[in-house]
């Protein structure tokens, strides 16, 4: 029993000692392979170092144009928010003025409706005065033919 277990275990340890092997090759060559690219990382890097100094030089240009331009940019900016705030406020009062005059046409429209309704009133008032009227002269037209007729009798 202790002679199978020694056995499985020398056998164990052999295969982990082959694939410990196989692990450090592998590690190896990745280093080996990780210390090619830093090779040519390290000269690329070298010439990206004067090509950028060769940048610099119009970066620098540029960055001052981009300066003068955003510098006039912002003049322009504080100049159209002057512009929009005076905007505002005439938008402001015409809105004001607006509004007052809603008010006063609602207010002529009250009056309006107003005097219509008392126009409408005076003319039922007056339908109803020419009724009585008509009323009267029928009266009247009767009480003259009476008195006709009684006139004729005396």
Same mark, same amino acid.
């Given at each position: ?12 340890? !052999?295969?982990?000692? !082959? ?6 090759? %592998? ?11 830093? +090779?040519? /990382? ?6 990206? $170092? ?15 144009? /981009? ?5 006039? /940019? ?21 809105? +004001? ?14 009056? $309006?409706?107003?005097? !219509?309704?008392? /126009?409408?009133? +005076? ?11 008509? +009323?009267?002269? %029928? ?16």
């Amino acid at each position: 029993g202790v002679g199978l277990f020694v056995l499985d275990v020398h056998h164990a340890s !052999q295969t982990r000692i !082959q694939a410990l092997k196989k692990e450090v090759v %592998t590690a190896v060559k990745e280093r080996d392979a990780l210390n090619s690219q830093l +090779d040519t /990382l390290k000269k690329e890097s070298s010439e990206s $170092i004067e090509e950028r100094k060769k940048l610099q030089g119009g970066f620098d240009q540029q960055t001052q144009h /981009l300066s003068k331009e955003l510098k006039a /940019l912002k003049h322009s900016k504080m100049q159209l928010e002057e512009e929009h705030t005076s905007m505002k406020a005439d938008l402001k009062l015409a809105q +004001d003025k607006l509004k007052e005059s809603v008010k006063v046409q609602e207010q002529l429209g009250l009056e $309006i409706k107003a005097e !219509q309704d008392k /126009l409408q009133k +005076d003319e039922a008032a007056l339908g109803k005065e020419e009724g009585e009227l008509k +009323d009267a002269k %029928t009266e009247v037209e009767k009480l003259r033919k009476e008195l006709e007729a009684a006139r004729k009798r005396i």
